[in-house]
């Protein structure tokens, strides 16, 4: 599956992931929206979760937004693709350690890949970062449970969980 990747550049260089997928032929980087490929498109805004079923919409095809989350808006998000929600992931990024929801470019690709059954390319994704192992271990359980649902629903049922564990 090819990562995508439509690149705002509004964050630190030095702490972009995206920019070292790149640099590591892990992602192709877009600076023009148009020039973005159809496929699944990462979007926390979307209303309906990623889940294994979407491996079918995403053509081979992933694409994340990198910008930083302050420019994160649902307008920035304006491509063509089927747009999907990431369920409750735990930050492994060394700037977002243990916040959910808080994923760095690499973190929220590599977690599609495992919720659509590709563990062995998500650990490569994540394999030029010196904690994105400790990314898959920390999430380990509920990427594990997302990548058995069959659908949407399900995957929303399986965060409610951790998010009644996070309100306790």
């Not at 309906?48 to 808006?73: G, I, K, R």
């Amino acid at each position: 599956m090819e990562c995508h990747v439509y690149y705002e550049g509004d964050d630190d260089p030095k702490k972009c992931t995206a920019r070292r997928l790149e640099r590591f032929d892990r992602a192709i980087l877009h600076r023009s929206m148009r020039a973005v490929p159809y496929g699944v498109v990462l979007n926390p805004h979307a209303e309906q979760a990623l889940s294994p079923a979407d491996a079918d919409d995403a053509l081979d095809t992933l694409v994340a937004l990198d910008c930083s989350w302050e420019s994160a808006e649902q307008a920035a998000f304006s491509m063509s693709g089927v747009h999907r929600a990431l369920p409750f992931l735990v930050a492994a990024n060394p700037i977002n350690y243990g916040r959910p929801f808080r994923l760095t470019t690499v973190e929220a690709l590599a977690a599609a890949l495992r919720i659509f059954g590709h563990e062995e390319a998500a650990g490569d994704l994540l394999e030029p970062f010196r904690w994105g192992e400790t990314f898959l271990t920390l999430n380990e359980e509920p990427l594990r449970r997302y990548a058995g649902c069959a659908d949407s629903s399900e995957v929303v049922g399986v965060q409610e969980e951790y998010l009644v564990d996070e309100d306790t």
